[in-house]
C-alpha cells in the first residue's frame, strides 16, 4: 500500500542553524500539507501546498519557514534560524484532492531537536 | 475563535468492552470532521472522514456520529482490543473563501487493559 515517508526520523540540531525537514508523498497525490506537534500538545497546521505554490498558511507558519516541491517526488520544509520552541514532531501528508471526502495520509513524521 | 474540544481527557477500559469518544467544536463553516488514531510517536490514521450532510459513517469497529446542527461527533468503538491503545483525534475543517483549515483537538487518550 502507498504511503507517505519522511526523513530522517530524528533531526537534531543547534539553535540558529537551518534544517531542512524531507517528505515523499503518496505519488499520484496532488496536495501536501506540514502539521507539527509540540510534545504533550495537539497537531497544529502549519501550511498547505498545490501546483507549486502554498494554498493556505497558518499564523505558526511565519517567514522562518518555507516549502518547496524540489523535484516530482520530495516536498520539503525548511526553517531557516532554529529556535528552542521549534522542537516538535513535523509531520507530512498528502491527498489527492481537497473535496469534502478526500483523505490525508499522514508520514511517520520527523522528531526535531533543537538545542 | 474555531475550536475543536474533546472529552474525555482520558479514558481507560477492559478489553472487550465499548467505549464512546466526544468531540464538539465551534468551527463553521465546515468542510467535513475526521477521526484519526495516532500511536505514540508516529503519524495520524484515519479512521472516518465524514461531510457536514453526514450523519454516521463506520469503519469495523469504529463507528463515528455527527450532529452538525448541535455541532457535535462521537467515536464509538465496539469489542475493543488492545491494539486500540492510542490517542483519538477530532479534526474539523473550516471551509471558508475557497480555503480548507483544519482544527485539531487534543484528543482522548484511550487505554485499554487486559
Known amino acids: 500500500e502507498p504511503e507517505v515517508t519522511q526523513t530522517p526520523s530524528h533531526q537534531v540540531t543547534q539553535m540558529g542553524q537551518e534544517v531542512i525537514l524531507r517528505c515523499v508523498p503518496i505519488s499520484n497525490h496532488l496536495y501536501f500539507y506540514w502539521y507539527r506537534q509540540i510534545l504533550g500538545q495537539k497537531v497544529e497546521f502549519l501550511v498547505s501546498f498545490y501546483n507549486n505554490e502554498i494554498s493556505e498558511k497558518s499564523e505558526i507558519f511565519d517567514d522562518q519557514f518555507s516549502v518547496e516541491r524540489p523535484d516530482g517526488s520530495n516536498f520539503t520544509l525548511k526553517i531557516r534560524s532554529t529556535k528552542l520552541e521549534d522542537s516538535a514532531m513535523y509531520f507530512c501528508a498528502s491527498s489527492a484532492g481537497r473535496r469534502a471526502g478526500d483523505e490525508q495520509y499522514f508520514g511517520p513524521g520527523t522528531r526535531l531537536t533543537v538545542t | 475563535k474555531n475550536q475543536v474540544e474533546q472529552s474525555p481527557q482520558s479514558l481507560i477500559i477492559l478489553e472487550g468492552k465499548n467505549c464512546t469518544l466526544q468531540?464538539?467544536?465551534?468551527?463553521?463553516?465546515?468542510?467535513?470532521l475526521r477521526w484519526y488514531k495516532q500511536d505514540t510517536g508516529r503519524g495520524p490514521v484515519s479512521l472516518t472522514i465524514m461531510t457536514f450532510s453526514e450523519n454516521t459513517k463506520s469503519n469495523g469497529r469504529y463507528t463515528a456520529t455527527l450532529d452538525a446542527d448541535t455541532k457535535q461527533s462521537s467515536l464509538h468503538i465496539t469489542a475493543s482490543q488492545l491494539s486500540d491503545s492510542a490517542s483519538y483525534i477530532c479534526?474539523?475543517?473550516?471551509?471558508?473563501?475557497?480555503?480548507?483549515?483544519?482544527?485539531f483537538g487534543r484528543g482522548t487518550s484511550l487505554i485499554v487493559h487486559p
Open positions: 468531540c464538539n467544536y465551534t468551527v463553521s463553516p465546515f468542510s467535513n
Open positions: 479534526v474539523v475543517t473550516l471551509a471558508s473563501g475557497g480555503s480548507y483549515i483544519p482544527t
